[in-house]
């Protein structure tokens, strides 16, 4: 007899510290009443996410496994031994949508080479968000994830993204490490043409939530704090 096989849901979390049914439909929370076998970034901060969506879950019976930058590629595919049993598995990340910059891509991978169902819910991404909030050309942009963290070697990733939005009108998004983010916006400013935009998306749904779109000139006049706070940053030349 054949067993039919379970669906693979990507389940997308909050951005930060705000009670998560104020920006998860309620899709989210049937998904998690119903599903016992979870692919995870960290063990700890999924339990707690899923606690929080439904507190009467028993803990005892999540069946969890994690999934992040140090595993290795021979772990992946066997996480999704439950789908060909017939359960249904989650795929959680610790913030925003898994799959978009978030180790759990890898495991989507493996579940189309099994024909595993992919069920994405609905959930904030902060790469949208901040491009909906932006005011720049949504029709083309570019996700670059870290810039490069030597300064001299940053500069020239900077100076070559600057130049492709303005030869493609192509918006380029990119992070820092939370600590850091205040040094990237005054590198930005150093180092980018005068009239060029920035966009500063920080703790983007969340009470302290911070957006702005300026021109680098302008920017250099702003003070603002992004120390510690999850951040995006994008340009248009």
Same mark, same amino acid.
């Given at each position: ?7 693979l849901?990507?389940i997308?979390c ?8 104020e ?5 989210v929370?049937n998904a998690?009443?119903k599903i016992d076998?979870?692919i ?6 999924a339990r707690?996410?899923i606690k ?6 028993q ?6 496994q994690?999934?992040?930058k ?7 595919p066997?996480?999704?031994?439950p789908?060909?049993?017939g ?6 990340s ?10 759990g891509?890898?495991?989507v ?7 595993i169902?992919? %069920?994405p $819910?609905?959930?904030p991404?902060?790469l949208? +968000? ?5 005011? &720049?050309?949504g @029709? ?9 963290i ?5 500069k ?5 993204l ?12 990119f992070?820092e ?7 990237m916006?005054?590198?930005?400013t150093?180092?980018?043409?005068a ?16 957006i702005?779109?300026?021109? %680098?000139? $302008? ?6 704090? +992004? ?5 995006? &940053?994008?340009? @248009?030349g």
């Amino acid at each position: 007899m054949t067993v039919k096989k379970g669906n693979l849901y990507l389940i997308p979390c909050p951005l930060g510290d705000i009670s998560p049914l104020e920006v998860l439909p309620l899709s989210v929370k049937n998904a998690i009443e119903k599903i016992d076998h979870y692919i995870v970034e960290h063990e700890k901060n999924a339990r707690r996410f899923i606690k929080s969506i439904a507190p009467e879950k028993q803990q005892s019976t999540l069946k969890i496994q994690e999934i992040n930058k140090f595993t290795n590629e021979s772990e992946i595919p066997p996480m999704l031994n439950p789908c060909l049993e017939g359960f249904d598995v989650g795929i959680i990340s610790d913030a925003g949508c898994p799959g978009i910059a978030d180790p759990g891509a890898r495991a989507v991978h493996y579940a189309h080479e099994k024909s595993i169902k992919i %069920v994405p $819910l609905v959930g904030p991404s902060s790469l949208l +968000l901040a491009m909906m909030a932006s005011g &720049f050309n949504g @029709q083309n942009f570019a996700f670059n994830g870290y810039l490069p963290i030597d300064k001299g070697e940053r500069k020239t990733e900077m100076k070559r993204l600057e130049k492709l939005s303005k030869d493609f009108d192509q918006s380029q998004l990119f992070i820092e490490t939370p600590y850091r983010n205040n040094q990237m916006l005054q590198s930005l400013t150093e180092n980018l043409s005068a009239h060029t935009k920035i966009c500063v998306a920080c703790d983007i749904t969340l009470p302290s939530e911070y957006i702005k779109t300026a021109p %680098v000139e $302008l920017w250099k006049k702003i003070k603002v704090d +992004l120390h510690k706070r999850p951040t995006l &940053f994008i340009i @248009q030349g």
